[in-house]
């Protein structure tokens, strides 16, 4: 990968999380460690920087998220030895091919999932009994980009609950959006507490990144479905 240093980082905090998890073998239990220690953390909307018309910026601040730059932290902090790793890892996580440019940003959750899907450090899970709908969406809501059809499948919100002895501590859940032009309205990170299970998401509405029953926030929020991936060890 390309040398990128980027903007806010702490390597004394990046240093400090990796400490947690030094002897932590599976990718799930690392991602779990690393999700309860960044609880408390500020909700930070837009928290990027670029544009169709504003140079991108690589940023790998620790000090605020939105949903999906809680999940790519807590998923290159799990894959990373030092704060040197965790900036690559970062990187290759967030933009296709691991290009620091705007259009190369994972821009919606679809692209996202696909890119990582692609480069072997997630995968989707489907599970046997558990129905799956396709959606279409003609994607839109980023200014600058061309609107584009998508299919998307997931599992129905009213089988959700059905994934839930499948689930495991790491594994990441996407709510896929009612709205005709977008795919995904919010994500979080799943950790099983004593037989329940939990959502660890960075909350715009409660202001921080917050743990909740998955049930409640299932049970609160429309929704068409959910898909869920789970991370898998790399080298």
């Not at 980027?6 to 799930?28: A, C, D, Y």
């Not at 032009?181 to 917050?210: E, K, P, W, Y």
Request: proline residues 4%; aromatic residues 6%; contains cysteine.
């Amino acid at each position: 990968m390309e040398q990128a240093q980027p903007r806010n980082l702490s390597r004394r905090r990046v240093n400090q999380l990796l400490s947690k998890i030094k002897r932590e073998r599976s990718i799930g239990r690392r991602i779990e460690i690393l999700s309860r220690q960044l609880l408390g953390s500020p909700y930070k909307a837009n928290p990027l920087i670029g544009s169709a018309d504003i140079c991108e910026i690589f940023v790998a601040s620790l000090d605020g998220f939105d949903c999906v730059t809680y999940i790519e932290t807590a998923l290159a902090l799990a894959h990373a030895t030092n704060a040197e790793s965790f900036i690559e890892w970062l990187r290759k996580i967030r933009y296709q091919r691991g290009r620091i440019e705007w259009r190369r940003r994972n821009h919606y959750v679809t692209d996202w999932i696909r890119s990582n899907v692609r480069e072997g450090i997630i995968k989707r899970i489907s599970m046997r009994n558990v129905p799956v709908v396709s959606a279409e969406r003609i994607l839109n809501v980023v200014p600058g980009l061309a609107p584009r059809r998508v299919h998307i499948k997931c599992t129905p919100k009213s089988a959700a609950p059905r994934l839930a002895n499948n689930l495991q501590s790491g594994d990441v859940m996407f709510f896929v959006s009612t709205r005709r032009n977008l795919d995904v309205f919010h994500a979080g990170i799943i950790a099983r507490n004593d037989g329940g299970l939990l959502m660890r998401h960075a909350s715009r509405t409660q202001g921080s990144v917050v743990e909740q029953e998955l049930s409640d926030f299932l049970k609160a929020n429309r929704m068409t479905g959910v898909i869920v991936v789970r991370p898998q060890e790399i080298g």
